[in-house]
């Protein structure tokens, strides 16, 4: 069984601000962190200069690969919490 990892990214203040209001529960990313469900993801607000405070955390519930019939491009992925 794999163990459960913690990925952390950064997330631009418009987007960062509906995760942290729950709006917002799911991002669309570079599938290269090997993410999986249980795993924890902390994500950063980025202003495109430096890092503006505590980030949030979310367990990730689903991931979605290898769907290019719905529109994601190969090599990107939708994760939701």
């Known amino acids: 069984m794999r163990a459960t990892c913690i990925v952390r990214k950064k ?3 418009e987007y960062f601000r509906a995760v942290k209001a729950r709006e917002k529960n799911f991002e669309i ?9 249980g795993d924890l993801l902390i994500l ?4 495109g200069r430096c890092y503006t405070g505590p980030g949030v955390r979310r367990t990730v519930k689903y991931v979605l690969r290898d769907a290019e019939e719905y529109g994601l491009m190969p090599g990107y ?3 939701g919490w």
């Open 77 to 79: 992925c939708i994760i």
């Open 44 to 47: 950063d607000e980025w202003d």
């Open 11 to 13: 997330i631009l203040p």
């Open 29 to 37: 990313r570079k599938d290269e962190d090997h993410i999986q469900p």
